[in-house]
């Protein structure tokens, strides 16, 4: 099984600030690996696929990057609506598909 | 406009079952995977089962190997879960997913998810 380990569990930013959430992968998922929003008692919403892909809709601000094991989603220029939890999946290799621990991305 | 819709979840006691529902709509339904995922509210996705569009293959997460059954009708365009044999560790929201390619050969990642029904085992 691919364990999925994303850090920080927390990330405390200002609106208008530049936010790096990172993903790491026990081992190689080349770049398998999607990223998802999660906001409360919502269903998760794609954002990014095949590590560096934004989804149809997703904003520009939203950007994925990384290979292999390191991964890294950035959102610049914080918006309100940002502030939500993020988990990133990897597809690589499955059984089972696993997701990291999330994100929580807060308001400061 | 795609969507999905779950039901069925509810309270059951352990070793019960349930059958949970997720209806597609604004998409060709038999030509895509899908999934069931689960999340303890509050806290992280696992991954349950999924099922190819095209030849019917199924996949399961060890934990539900041998108790949950994933099925499809599409000419209903209906996801299944059954169910059985339920464990308080089965308590969790749990939401039916589409996958984003139209070949229907295996799950990936969800690009639509269907807003979830709760599922809670307890005595």
């Known amino acids: 099984e691919v364990v999925m380990t994303q850090s920080p569990a927390t990330l405390s930013l200002s609106p208008g600030e530049t936010a790096a959430l990172s993903c790491r992968a026990s081992r190689s998922i080349t770049t398998n690996l999607a990223w998802y929003l999660q906001k409360p008692g919502q269903a998760p919403r794609l954002l990014i696929y095949?590590?560096?892909t934004r989804a149809t809709g997703v904003p520009a601000r939203f950007s994925g990057s990384g290979s292999g094991t390191e991964f890294t989603l950035t959102i610049n220029s914080l918006q309100s609506e940002d502030f939500a939890v993020y988990y990133c999946?990897?597809?690589?290799?499955?059984?089972?598909?696993?997701f990291g621990q999330g994100t929580r991305l807060e308001i400061k | 406009e795609v969507q999905l819709v779950e039901s069925g979840g509810g309270s059951v006691q352990p070793g019960g079952s349930l059958r949970l529902s997720c209806i597609g709509s604004?998409?060709?339904?038999?030509?895509?995977?899908m999934s069931w995922v689960r999340q303890v509210p509050g806290k992280g996705m696992e991954w349950v089962s999924s099922i190819s569009g095209s030849s019917g293959d199924t996949h399961y997460a060890d934990s539900v190997e041998g108790r949950f059954t994933i099925s499809r009708h599409d000419s209903e365009s209906t996801l299944y879960l059954e169910m059985n044999n339920l464990r308080s560790e089965d308590s969790a929201v749990y939401y039916c997913a589409k996958d984003l390619s139209s070949t229907g050969w295996y799950f990936n990642f969800g690009d639509y998810w269907g807003q979830g029904t709760l599922v809670t085992v307890s005595s």
């Open positions: 095949g590590a560096s």
């Open positions: 604004g998409f060709t339904f038999r030509n895509y995977a």
């Open positions: 999946q990897q597809y690589n290799q499955w059984p089972p598909l696993t």
